[in-house]
């Protein structure tokens, strides 16, 4: 009980005041309140470049945090995600999902979350989130360009689209998906060596 109340009056601070993420953080239950502060330590100890130590949590004040609230829930994700706790990191990345932010950051969240999913071989949800990026192609297709040097970058959730199409056996589909990455310029390693393959499944499933 006393410590409840000294939780009620302490001065709040640090990353979670800066980045407006007080209510979000005592909102949660307290086994993911333990999950957000760990995660943000093993951030704190293991990447050296991370400009912040554990007291920057919820103390001291913060002028200029670096991050978004949505940006630095996703670098705690990622954290979990490589420690091997995919539970947790795909809470957060869903968390940071819900919090405002551009369609770049959402393609970068997603793009883990596809990597995360494939770890799990969860087929289901890689096809749901690999669809969630796909639609959101076109409002981060200009940042993703300016980023890249004037150019698009091969961009995963396209090329895992077109082997969920193929392992579902829409071959057809899968066939169409191949020639919209060609005609939007997106680079594609393995076009000429997937298009043959899916042509000769299209040829043998037709004969």
Request: hydrophobic residues 40%; proline residues 3%; contains cysteine.
């Amino acid at each position: 009980m006393i410590g409840r109340v000294f939780q009620i009056f302490r001065e709040k601070g640090g990353l979670l005041k800066a980045l407006n993420l007080w209510d979000w953080y005592e909102s949660l239950e307290v086994s993911k309140q333990k999950a957000v502060k760990k995660y943000y330590s093993v951030k704190v100890i293991k990447n050296l470049n991370f400009p912040y130590k554990a007291k920057h949590f919820d103390s001291g004040e913060i002028e200029s945090p670096l991050y978004t609230p949505r940006t630095f829930l996703a670098t705690l994700a990622q954290t979990a995600m490589l420690e091997g706790d995919y539970e947790v990191a795909e809470w957060l990345y869903n968390e940071a999902m819900k919090m405002e932010g551009t369609a770049y950051e959402a393609h970068l969240i997603l793009n883990d979350l596809i990597l995360l999913s494939q770890k799990l071989r969860d087929f289901e949800r890689i096809k749901a989130y690999c669809h969630k990026d796909i639609q959101l192609y076109n409002e981060y297709k200009d940042e993703l360009i300016s980023r890249n040097g004037g150019t698009l970058p091969q961009i995963n959730s396209f090329e895992v689209w077109v082997y969920m199409l193929e392992r579902e056996g829409k071959i057809k589909e899968a066939l169409d998906f191949v020639e919209h990455i060609r005609r939007e310029g997106i680079p594609y390693p393995y076009y000429e060596e997937v298009k043959g393959r899916l042509l000769k499944k299209l040829k043998d499933s037709e004969a």
